[in-house]
């Protein structure tokens, strides 16, 4: 650990770092770690595409799905390799791919050192399989029982997934109280991907021209084992001004588990499911070719699909948030370099991975000019019942939510099922703010309009520094107890998190 850089932060060293808003946010003393051997190449790795998982057991009501949380040791870095923590042992996990409406059963193992809780991000889910943070799963042999836990399970638990929503990129990760940000760095996130026959039906581009893009930054020591701060309970304690306080940076980007990727791809669309599973950093993503700009068509956010399809040449996507987007390489000659860049970054952290132009193809993909039937407009504030503020604060050295830290008993709302909701998000610094269960639509951005992308269903808001977001939350499906929480995972750990009761 003796590379990573570590200094004392006051607010105003904080908001100045704004995490990944510019160029400060790689400066030192911003929670930043370095890898501390040469970096590997970038642009040569190969695009890994996670497994399929494949239900063991299909019976009349669900599919059924086991996966296993394991350490293993894989080759993330050439020539070196990671001790991961991982499901079924593979950074990320394997895909889970379900259709709507048909429910999946996932048995989870866990064979780590260490208790977890597993949330599916996006997940429309009853509560007592949503990963409460304290719905403890514990190994084998691991004592004492943890004395917060609201359910101890042994060794194994199996979560249901109604799957009863949109057509959408999910994604799954640990959720364990205090720990997610070191469990989710370790390797414990894989994707969970929805469709319907809605989409089925679009002339998308399909198969291997449907690339998942899960990105997260990592550090690495020499040995080729992950860098994190100390895992002690120092820097949760109130009070503690850890020198993480802004979130733990690494200065490798990660594409599938590969560094800096390369991908050949056909002069053709294709569609890019952009996730950014980092644990803090945000990026401004854009491709990039011969100094010029590719467009995106945006077609998906968080939760679904657009009504129609929107253009953009860069997209913020900040930790937690999912962006779908149709590209089309067809106008470009064979051999030219695509970049996917970050505006966000600096040196190492500016460039994601590069798509290759290999070769013609036919292709009789399309982007309709709707992609939703028309029969969902959007929410107006007309249609929210009440109105609450959350106000994501730092406060006497402590991450907090209207100034308490996480009380996992608390509440601090009471929506009714199937209302809209007015949800006003505060903030003093940047905090991307996730809503469980609930999807909500993005109203405005400090009395302005969102932005551009910020559009459809969504469950995961970029907040920034001095900032009012108003938000119309849809609570539907399930009542019981849920959560909000700052999705910066090293806030979250330190407890910027909330519940509220679906009534
Ligand atoms: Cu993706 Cu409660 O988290
Ligand atoms: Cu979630
Ligand atoms: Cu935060």
Same mark, same amino acid.
């Given at each position: 650990?003796?590379?990573?850089r570590?200094g004392?932060?006051t607010l105003a *060293?904080?908001?100045?770092?704004?995490?990944?808003?510019?160029?400060?946010?790689?400066g030192p003393?911003?929670?930043?770690?370095l890898?501390?051997?040469?970096?590997?190449?970038?642009? !040569?790795?190969?695009?890994?595409?996670?497994?399929?998982a494949?239900?063991?057991?299909? !019976?009349?009501?669900?599919?059924?799905?086991?996966?296993?949380?394991?350490a293993?040791?894989?080759?993330l870095?050439?020539?070196?390799?990671?001790?991961?923590?991982?499901?079924d042992g593979?950074?990320? *996990?394997?895909?889970?791919?379900?259709?709507a409406?048909?429910?999946?059963v996932?048995?989870?193992?866990?064979?780590?050192?260490?208790?977890t809780?597993?949330?599916?991000?996006?997940?429309?889910t009853?509560?007592?399989s949503?990963?409460f943070?304290?719905?403890?799963t514990?190994p084998r042999?691991?004592?004492?029982a943890?004395?917060?836990?609201?359910?101890?399970?042994?060794?194994?638990?199996?979560?249901?997934?109604?799957?009863?929503?949109?057509?959408?990129?999910?994604?799954?990760?640990?959720h364990?109280?205090?720990?997610t940000?070191?469990?989710v760095?370790?390797?414990?996130?894989?994707l969970?991907?929805?469709?319907?026959?809605?989409?089925?039906?679009?002339?998308l581009?399909?198969?291997?021209?449907?690339?998942?893009?899960?990105?997260?930054d990592?550090?690495?020591?020499?040995?080729?084992?992950?860098a994190y701060?100390?895992?002690?309970?120092?820097?949760?304690?109130?009070?503690?001004?850890?020198q993480?306080?802004?979130?733990?940076? *690494?200065?490798?980007?990660?594409?599938?588990g590969a560094?800096?990727p390369?991908?050949?791809?056909?002069?053709?669309?294709?569609?890019?499911?952009?996730?950014?599973?980092?644990?803090?950093?945000?990026?401004?993503?854009?491709?990039e070719?011969?100094?010029?700009?590719?467009?995106?068509?945006?077609?998906?956010s968080?939760?679904?699909?657009?009504?129609?399809?929107?253009?953009?040449?860069?997209?913020?996507v900040?930790? *937690?948030e999912?962006?779908?987007?149709?590209?089309?390489?067809?106008?470009?000659?064979?051999?030219?370099?695509?970049?996917?860049?970050?505006?966000?970054?600096?040196?190492?952290?500016?460039?994601?991975m590069?798509?290759?132009?290999a070769r013609?193809?036919?292709?009789?993909?399309?982007?309709?000019d709707?992609?939703v039937?028309?029969?969902?407009?959007p929410?107006?504030?007309a249609?929210?019942v009440?109105?609450?503020?959350?106000?994501?604060?730092?406060?006497?050295?402590?991450?907090?939510?209207?100034?308490?830290?996480?009380?996992?008993?608390?509440?601090?709302?009471?929506?009714?099922?199937?209302?809209?909701?007015?949800?006003?998000?505060?903030?003093d610094?940047?905090?991307?703010?996730?809503?469980?269960?609930?999807h909500?639509?993005?109203?405005?951005?400090?009395?302005r309009?969102?932005?551009?992308?910020e559009?459809?269903?969504k469950d995961?808001?970029?907040?920034?520094p001095y900032?009012?977001?108003?938000?119309?939350?849809?609570?539907?499906?399930?009542?019981?107890?849920?959560?909000?929480?700052?999705?910066n995972?090293?806030?979250?750990d330190?407890?910027?998190?909330?519940?509220?009761?679906?009534?």
């Amino acid at each position: 650990m003796s590379l990573t850089r570590r200094g004392l932060l006051t607010l105003a *060293g904080v908001a100045a770092a704004a995490a990944g808003c510019g160029r400060a946010s790689d400066g030192p003393g911003t929670g930043r770690l370095l890898t501390s051997k040469a970096l590997p190449a970038r642009f !040569t790795a190969p695009l890994p595409i996670p497994a399929i998982a494949r239900p063991v057991r299909v !019976t009349a009501d669900a599919d059924h799905y086991v996966l296993t949380q394991k350490a293993a040791d894989v080759s993330l870095l050439p020539g070196r390799t990671t001790r991961i923590w991982g499901y079924d042992g593979t950074f990320p *996990g394997p895909t889970l791919r379900v259709r709507a409406g048909r429910p999946a059963v996932v048995t989870m193992r866990n064979e780590l050192p260490v208790p977890t809780s597993t949330h599916l991000h996006g997940g429309v889910t009853p509560p007592d399989s949503d990963g409460f943070p304290t719905d403890l799963t514990v190994p084998r042999g691991y004592s004492p029982a943890p004395p917060t836990a609201r359910q101890v399970h042994d060794v194994s638990r199996d979560y249901r997934y109604p799957n009863n929503q949109r057509a959408a990129t999910l994604w799954y990760h640990d959720h364990r109280m205090d720990f997610t940000g070191p469990q989710v760095w370790r390797g414990l996130l894989g994707l969970y991907q929805i469709t319907d026959p809605r989409e089925e039906a679009l002339p998308l581009p399909r198969d291997d021209r449907d690339l998942p893009l899960m990105i997260c930054d990592r550090a690495f020591e020499e040995d080729g084992s992950f860098a994190y701060p100390s895992h002690d309970m120092a820097m949760h304690r109130p009070g503690a001004r850890g020198q993480f306080v802004t979130g733990v940076f *690494g200065d490798v980007i990660l594409v599938n588990g590969a560094p800096w990727p390369r991908h050949e791809v056909d002069a053709a669309r294709y569609r890019l499911r952009l996730v950014n599973a980092s644990n803090a950093r945000r990026y401004r993503l854009a491709l990039e070719a011969g100094g010029k700009r590719l467009p995106m068509i945006q077609i998906g956010s968080d939760d679904g699909l657009l009504p129609a399809p929107i253009t953009h040449t860069e997209i913020i996507v900040t930790p *937690g948030e999912r962006y779908d987007v149709v590209v089309d390489f067809a106008a470009l000659p064979i051999g030219t370099e695509v970049t996917l860049v970050n505006d966000f970054g600096i040196g190492t952290t500016a460039e994601v991975m590069r798509f290759a132009v290999a070769r013609k193809a036919a292709d009789d993909s399309r982007v309709p000019d709707r992609l939703v039937p028309a029969a969902e407009p959007p929410l107006t504030t007309a249609d929210a019942v009440t109105e609450r503020q959350f106000d994501f604060r730092y406060d006497e050295g402590r991450w907090t939510v209207n100034r308490q830290l996480y009380d996992p008993a608390g509440s601090l709302a009471t929506p009714r099922l199937d209302t809209v909701e007015l949800w006003r998000f505060t903030s003093d610094f940047h905090h991307p703010v996730h809503v469980h269960l609930a999807h909500f639509q993005v109203l405005s951005r400090s009395g302005r309009s969102p932005e551009p992308w910020e559009t459809g269903w969504k469950d995961t808001v970029d907040v920034r520094p001095y900032e009012t977001v108003e938000v119309l939350a849809k609570f539907a499906g399930h009542r019981g107890k849920y959560m909000l929480h700052c999705h910066n995972l090293e806030h979250e750990d330190m407890a910027m998190m909330a519940n509220f009761d679906v009534i």
